[in-house]
């Protein structure tokens, strides 16, 4: 079988928001159990200089979508950024994975070439080709915000383990 940019990319995008979804609702029934509500975990933070809790799972959506959009040439469907709930941050995961559906088998095949203008901070951009723009940058940026995602929720006492990680979506 012939690894392509699609192939390398799509599933891993996929796979990872589904193990993200799962994380979430582990966490949902760990508040539910312990007697809180699980929207006390959107401000969580490691440092106050760090985006909190909901905003990882924004940024791990975005990172996905947006990637996904601009490798293709495909319109990402545009969110407003405004989950003050739990329930909202599961939707957005739910909606990103929607639409990563849609996307055709062979998106990005063909365009590896193809030079990319991505934002880096709040005044920058980079230009990359396609193939480098999700290989170093997309995919890096998505699984770091699904790990901190992640890591506060292990932190925060929801049980939660490489297994659930890396294979959520099957445990």
């Known amino acids: ?88 941050l599961q939707e957005r995961i739910d909606n990103t994975l929607a639409w990563l559906e849609l996307v055709p088998p062979d998106a990005f095949d063909g365009r590896e070439t193809m030079e990319i203008t991505f934002p880096v901070g709040k005044n920058k951009t980079r230009t990359v080709a396609a193939a480098v723009y999700l290989r170093r940058h997309a995919l890096s940026n998505f699984f770091f915000h699904v790990v901190v995602a992640y890591s506060l929720l292990r932190q925060s006492g929801v049980d939660l383990g490489k297994t659930d990680y890396m294979l959520g979506a099957e445990s």
């Open 1 to 88: 079988m012939t690894t392509t940019l699609t192939s390398a990319t799509l599933p891993s995008f996929r796979t990872g928001l589904i193990n993200l979804s799962h994380c979430l609702k582990k966490a949902a029934a760990h508040a539910e159990k312990r007697g809180f509500s699980a929207d006390a975990y959107i401000p969580l933070r490691f440092a106050p200089d760090m985006l909190p809790f909901a905003s990882q799972i924004r940024i791990a959506c975005d990172s996905a979508k947006n990637g996904t959009a601009r490798a293709s040439g495909l319109e990402a469907p545009r969110f407003a950024d405004d989950e003050t709930t739990f329930v909202q």
